[in-house]
């Protein structure tokens, strides 16, 4: 467990003490809660010096390590609507998935994750080995696409002739590339939709991990994007309060309202 120093550390103080990672974790439609709090860690000056993320956080990770602001990515996802990514079809999946394609591909200022200005870990379920798969190299919009691909609402995505489907699968924080060192990792409290499940999500825990937990933020699904706005605003409203929160047992918790 990480020693964070005097209990009266708070999270921004311990940020600022040096260089640090930044992990997303998998949660449906949480793209605008990633961004609401990205944009209030960023608001402070507190840039990671590198990012990973499954699934919503992937996509999110990814598009500010390729360099789009999080004003950019904020009006990008604030203006989207189904129909934009909606192409159902025959198949695998009720979503082809090539209008998702289009919009990464039209809105991401680089298509490399090589080409990132920070390093980007993505974390992919491979379906023949049925293991996560740490993608850091190759295309970018292929590589979130099959990061976001949730079985049944998407078709798998083919990279070099092998399928995949969410990184959340396996690895839902996001963090199985992360290398050692200092990570502060958002964690998306609330279950799928399709969850029957009523227990809290488990927290992992890693050497000089702290956990960013904000609790109560609206959900979000393809047929509710208008709540989209509000959980944006909301995470980043309750991320600056985390800011100025104490550290306690390598965990920061606020509600989101």
């Known amino acids: 467990m990480l020693r964070s120093g005097s209990p009266k550390t708070t999270l921004g103080d311990w940020l600022a003490q040096g260089p640090f990672g930044l992990a997303m974790s998998s949660g ?8 609401g709090m990205l944009s209030a860690l960023l608001a402070r000056g507190l840039a990671p010096a590198h990012v990973a993320g499954s699934s919503a956080g992937a996509m999110v990770t990814g598009a500010w390590a390729a360099g789009a602001p999080t004003d950019e990515l904020t009006t990008f996802l604030l203006s989207m609507r189904r129909e934009d990514f909606w192409d159902p079809g025959v198949g695998a999946g009720l979503l ?28 992919a379920f491979d379906i023949l080995g049925r293991r996560t798969t740490v993608l850091d190299r190759g295309d970018l919009p292929t590589a ?8 049944a609402m998407f078709r798998p995505v083919w990279i070099d002739r092998r399928p995949y489907w969410d990184g959340g699968i396996l690895d839902r924080p996001g963090i199985a ?7 502060l990792f958002h964690h998306i409290s609330a279950h799928a939709p399709w969850s029957r499940s009523n227990a809290p999500l488990e927290i992992p825990t890693r050497r000089e991990m702290v956990t960013l ?3 109560d933020l609206p959900r979000v699904n393809p047929f509710r994007l208008e709540a989209g706005r509000q959980a944006l605003h909301e995470a980043a409203a309750a991320t600056a309060r985390a800011l100025d929160q ?5 965990l920061v918790r606020v509600p989101a309202r």
């Open 144 to 151: 979130i696409r099959a990061s976001c691909a949730v079985p």
């Open 246 to 250: 104490p550290i306690d047992r390598d």
């Open 28 to 35: 449906f439609f949480s793209f605008y809660a990633h961004t």
């Open 213 to 215: 937990v904000l609790d």
């Open 96 to 123: 082809a998935g090539k209008k998702f394609d289009g919009l990464l591909r039209k809105f991401l200022p680089v298509a490399r994750i090589e080409a990132c200005r920070v390093p980007v870990r993505i974390s």
């Open 177 to 183: 590339g992360v290398p050692p060192g200092r990570l």
